[in-house]
């Protein structure tokens, strides 16, 4: 019997994707006494550095969703684990720049190399047009969830009885 939904198999096999992803990055974050937000961090940083462009603690806080207090937590943890360097910017001295270290560069490759190379093994079952394909359908479907995601809107306040609580005239 065929789903209601067309593409039902095809995301249930994207979110299996997604929680093994997920499950990675915990046991990588668990072997090593990182943080799951300390990993997610590093994975920001990563991307200026590659663009050409830079990451202030304010931008990291904003991409992770944490608060003010959290982010310099979070920045002071990766500086003193070497991690992470605060640079003044030399156009505006107020403003603070955040760098990768090569430390955190070389912790990465190993943290994340057996999947690459796990991936990379996958890949090579695919022809150059079958992973154009799949690349044009991924970063589709990240555009989806991050419009999806901005479009979210908190759920209507419910009584004791569960049904929706009257607005207040």
Known sequence: MKSPQPH??????????????????????????????????????????????TMTPGKLGDALNLSSPATTALVDRLARSGHVVRQRDQADRRQIQLSMTEHAR???????????????????????????????????????TSTARENLKAPEAREESGAPAQAAH
């Open 106 to 144: 070389n912790v990465g490759r190993t943290l994340f190399l057996p999947l690459a190379m796990e991936l990379g093994g996958a890949v090579q079952n695919y022809t150059p047009e079958e992973l154009e394909l799949v690349e044009r359908f991924l970063r589709d479907m990240t555009a989806a």
């Open 8 to 53: 039902t198999e095809l995301f249930t096999v994207m979110r299996e994707f997604t929680l093994e992803s997920d499950r990675y990055v915990e046991r990588v974050a668990s072997l090593h006494g990182l943080h799951r937000t300390d990993l997610n961090a590093l994975g920001f940083l990563v991307r200026p550095s590659r663009e050409g462009n």
